[in-house]
């Protein structure tokens, strides 16, 4: 029984490897919305704590404590990690993830990304192959943030649908049920489906670059529901847990792929967690962890560290010339 077991998952495997074609380092990254880094670090909010039950109260993120923050690097805490736009409001600080610095968008109308993004230059400058870049956004905004052509990628970004013969059944499907399945707000679709949209690409094409934005933790926090919000994290605490897995199990394609978690930005403290604007509380409690391919294995660092230098780092592990400063503890041997 023991042989057999070790037999099958030898041949599950060598299938997922057999469909990886390893074309050279590669970059996932994961974005979770308005993530607060008392609830990332710490756990569920003592001041909050009459709303969780008592079971549910503490550690949020046990999955990602016990089992992989030591494998890379977590940045953040003791509010040593910044955002780079001037505003902690998400399409803001998406463009200002996105190239390398704070641009003159000042809330979520602002339109298009009017200079070249992360994404842009990847594309650009390593010729990717349409399949090779794709970008999977629960919230609409996104496409204001990712580019400054989002023509030019492959974008699964609420609520449009992409009707291509060559994506599996799988994500066709998703696409199509998560706009019959619509959350209480608007403007996105639920998270469950742009995750398993996403997972279903990295294991079917292993992309060279793959970015999944989830946003329902903003949306339970801007609505006042900390249990809904908790409840988010907790779900998030498994994706990630899923991400790492998927790329272990895709073997060499795996190892050679960075993976970066953060968030956009954070949220005000005690009554004013609804919201996050111009708290500062918001532009400091945020993290980021990075682990896979040319990332030291130190767990929490507490370098003064920033989400301009997101960009140079994807740039700098994707082989390019880093136009900034790339993140500590990341090196390529
Ligand atoms: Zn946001």
Redesign the pocket.
């Known amino acids: 029984m023991k042989l057999l077991c070790v037999l099958i998952l030898f041949a599950v495997n060598f299938s997922a490897q057999a469909t990886c074609v390893v074309k050279g380092p590669n970059v996932v990254m994961l974005t979770l919305?308005?993530v607060r880094n008392q609830e990332f670090f710490r756990g569920t909010d003592s001041f909050h704590r009459r709303k969780i039950a008592r079971p549910q109260r503490g550690s949020i993120f046990k999955k990602f404590w016990k089992d992989h923050a030591q494998n890379g690097v977590v940045l953040g805490h003791k509010e040593s990690h910044t955002i780079a736009s001037q505003v902690?409001?998400?399409?803001p600080?998406?463009q200002a993830i996105m190239t390398g610095h704070a641009t003159d968008c000042r809330n979520n109308s602002c339109g298009q990304v009017k200079e070249d993004t992360i994404f842009d230059r990847l594309q650009k400058e390593l010729k990717l192959s349409e399949k090779d870049l794709a970008i999977f956004a629960s919230?609409q905004g996104m496409k204001f943030s990712v580019s400054k052509l989002p023509q030019d990628h492959q974008l699964f970004i609420y609520p449009d649908t992409v009707k291509s013969e060559s994506l599996p059944k799988e994500i066709l499907e998703l696409q199509e049920k998560a706009m019959s399945d619509l959350p209480a707000w608007k403007e996105s679709r639920k998270d469950h489906y742009t995750f398993e949209m996403g997972i279903n690409y990295l294991e079917k094409f292993c992309p060279r670059v793959l970015y999944i934005s989830l946003?329902d933790s903003?949306e339970f926090g801007n609505a006042n529901d900390y249990p809904g919000y908790i409840n988010s994290l907790k779900i998030y605490d498994d994706y990630i847990d899923r991400l790492i897995s998927t790329l272990e199990k895709l073997g060499a394609y795996g190892e050679q792929t960075s993976l970066i978690v953060t968030?956009?930005?954070s949220r005000g403290e005690a009554l004013r967690w609804t919201s996050?604007g111009y708290d500062d509380n918001a532009n400091k409690n945020v993290f980021l962890f990075a682990t896979g391919r040319g990332i030291k294995k130190v767990g929490k660092e507490k370098a003064k560290t920033s989400h301009s230098q997101i960009k140079p780092t994807i740039e700098y592990l994707m082989g390019l010339k880093p136009k900034g400063e790339v993140l500590p503890f990341v090196e390529v041997k």
């Open positions: 919305d308005g902690a409001i998400s399409l600080s998406y919230w946003v903003d968030t956009d930005h996050h």
